[in-house]
């Protein structure tokens, strides 16, 4: 089975400043895609960032882009120009072509002033 | 376009209770997905839907857990009989028929169990 692991439990950031979110995951399949989600205190799960494994150039949208290492497995999240509304749970998660989802179990990001 | 729509947003019961969660997809998605958020364990897959049909359930705790979906627009999640540990934040969320398409989530239902 997909596994996808987040090794930092945690992580903080100075406002304005550049945050690197890791996430790596387990597969046997060539054909997934690949999705960070947001979680702020109001709890809602909001869609941050998606990226198609067969795509080799790396997703951007405004100032979240990941860094896709398809050999290595890999799929960090960074964050430039933090700004407190950045604060939140952020979940890294696969789809299967099966489209079964599977999530890490999320990294903390506190963002200081 | 309205998104996923979960009722009740709070539900304070006594153990022992039924409970009941509802589930509005996002019309054509054909997915439909529950999860359970809690501090300790996460975000867990309980069931998901596809195209109405039950798809994979080996995510539900036990037996006292039970999921339908009777149309392509709405879907329930029972608890019968509720105990404390069910207590959770529980998500329903969809997506359409592609592997590319995310999920989309609900606001969540905040269950307690007294």
């Known amino acids: 089975a997909q596994t996808v692991t987040q090794s930092q439990p945690e992580m903080s950031v100075q406002e304005a400043e550049t945050v690197t979110l890791s996430c790596t995951y387990d597969?046997?399949?060539?054909?997934?895609?690949l999705f960070w989600y947001k979680q702020p205190p109001s709890r809602q799960m909001i869609l941050v960032i998606r990226?198609?494994?067969?795509?080799?150039q790396n997703a951007t949208e405004n100032r979240f882009s990941v860094n896709f290492q398809k050999a290595a497995k890999s799929f960090s999240l960074k964050i430039s120009d933090s700004q407190l509304g950045d604060a939140a749970m952020y979940f890294c998660?696969?789809?299967?072509?099966?489209?079964?989802?599977?999530f890490g179990t999320g990294t903390s990001l506190t963002v200081i002033p | 376009d309205a998104g996923v729509i979960q009722s009740p947003r709070h539900e304070v019961t006594e153990m022992g209770q039924e409970v009941t969660l509802r589930c509005k997809p996002i019309?054509?998605?054909?997915?439909l997905f529950w999860y359970r958020q809690t501090m300790m364990r996460g975000l867990e897959l309980l069931i998901y839907?596809?195209?109405?049909?039950?798809?994979?359930d080996s995510g539900m705790p036990e037996d006292r857990f039970s999921a339908k979906m009777p149309n392509a627009s709405f879907s329930t999640l029972k608890i019968q009989p509720s105990e404390p540990r069910d207590s959770a934040v529980y998500f329903c969320?969809?997506?359409?028929?592609?592997?590319?398409?995310?999920?989309?989530f609900g606001d969540g239902t905040r269950l307690s169990i007294l």
């Open positions: 969320a969809s997506s359409g028929g592609r592997a590319s398409q995310p999920q989309h």
């Open positions: 597969t046997s399949e060539s054909d997934y895609y």
């Open positions: 019309s054509g998605h054909n997915s």
């Open positions: 839907f596809n195209n109405n049909v039950p798809i994979d």
């Open positions: 990226q198609e494994a067969y795509k080799q």
């Open positions: 998660a696969y789809r299967s072509a099966k489209y079964q989802f599977y």
